[in-house]
């Protein structure tokens, strides 16, 4: 089983940058497929992104793409989200996911693991 936390969420101006962590510990991390979620208040749970664990093909959300990039650091265990030109509808809680197989896509029923969330705010 892996467990994953997510990091780096906080306040920050509409324009602004903020990194998403997500670290994994219990099992290696580049064996899995792994994707971002957010949910924003009274919103349901939407897909941001996910990185493929063989070839690092990444894939976004048509709002979040040109402005948000996934990347992971086998090394450390730990897959990112980089977050540039904020807005205010970026709002929500940022949850990390992880499956074992086949490729990263939006259904949330195919991802097995989930971290806690992060909060993200921007402020206009």
């Known amino acids: 089983q892996v467990q994953l936390v997510e990091s780096g969420g906080g306040l920050v101006q509409a324009g602004g940058s903020l990194r998403l962590s997500c670290a994994a510990s219990?099992?290696?991390?580049?064996?899995?497929?792994m994707a971002w979620f957010r949910q924003a208040p009274g919103k349901e749970r939407e897909f941001v992104g996910g990185i493929n664990k063989s070839t690092g093909t990444t894939y976004y959300a048509d709002s979040v793409k040109g402005r948000f990039t996934i990347s992971r650091d086998n090394a450390k265990n730990t897959v990112y989200l980089q977050m540039n030109s904020l807005k205010p509808e970026d709002t929500a809680v940022y949850y990390c996911a992880a499956d074992l197989w086949g490729l990263a896509n939006h259904y949330q029923k195919k991802y097995e693991y989930w971290g806690q969330g992060t909060q993200v705010t921007v402020s206009s």
């Open positions: 219990g099992r290696t991390l580049s064996n899995y497929v």
